[in-house]
């Protein structure tokens, strides 16, 4: 387990470099010399919005993050490939709101899962849910599409899942850009 978690910490790291890396401000700088320029210039960052830097937002299960919008639609509560643990899958539909493709797994650096224990609120691991007779995960096409580069303006339906500790209550944060929270939801276990 101690080994897995390193794997997440190293991967969390690089991703957040990358993230990071693509939600960069852009500087643009105004031509004043005539009001021909100013006018052209308006039109042309209309046109090249940047939607990295919308105002990231958690309402209704709906998480805006900049260039990806997570719609929630489902919970449920499956067997975990580690013996006697369960996992919380959430099940979300992925939007690129981009030109360019996006990485939906990501998700992982801004929302986090919590369950309390006899000594601790503890932050959970992403999840793996158990295979089926045929050594296949039931959800290995949500699984693919976290995985994938999301291509511009498009929509594909994923998963985000957490290995459980316990039957307490889960609740899940959701951070923006900065880190800092700007939303939650309790999910029942039981």
């Not at 209704?60 to 929630?72: I, M």
């Not at 999301?150 to 500790?165: A, H, S, W």
Request: with cysteine; aromatic share 8%; proline share 2%.
């Amino acid at each position: 387990m101690k080994t897995r978690g390193v794997l997440y910490a190293t991967a969390s790291l690089a991703a957040i470099a990358l993230f990071a890396t693509g939600c960069s401000s852009n500087n643009d700088s105004k031509d004043s010399s005539s009001k021909n320029n100013e006018k052209t210039e308006k039109v042309t960052k209309a046109k090249n919005k940047d939607v990295s830097n919308n105002k990231w937002s958690y309402k209704n299960d709906v998480f805006d993050a900049g260039n990806l919008t997570y719609k929630f639609t489902k919970s449920e509560i499956m067997d975990s490939v580690t013996d006697g643990k369960q996992v919380l899958v959430l099940y979300t539909d992925v939007t690129n709101n981009s030109k360019k493709e996006q990485d939906p797994s990501n998700i992982y650096m801004v929302v986090h899962a919590y369950q309390k224990t006899d000594t601790a609120n503890k932050q959970l691991d992403p999840g793996i849910v158990a295979l089926d007779e045929n050594a296949n995960s039931p959800l290995q096409t949500q699984e693919d599409a976290m995985n994938d580069k999301l291509l511009p303006k498009k929509t594909t339906q994923g998963v985000v899942l957490f290995e459980l500790e316990n039957t307490n209550k889960v609740t899940v944060k959701f951070s923006n850009s900065d880190f800092k929270n700007i939303g939650s939801k309790t999910y029942s276990v039981q």
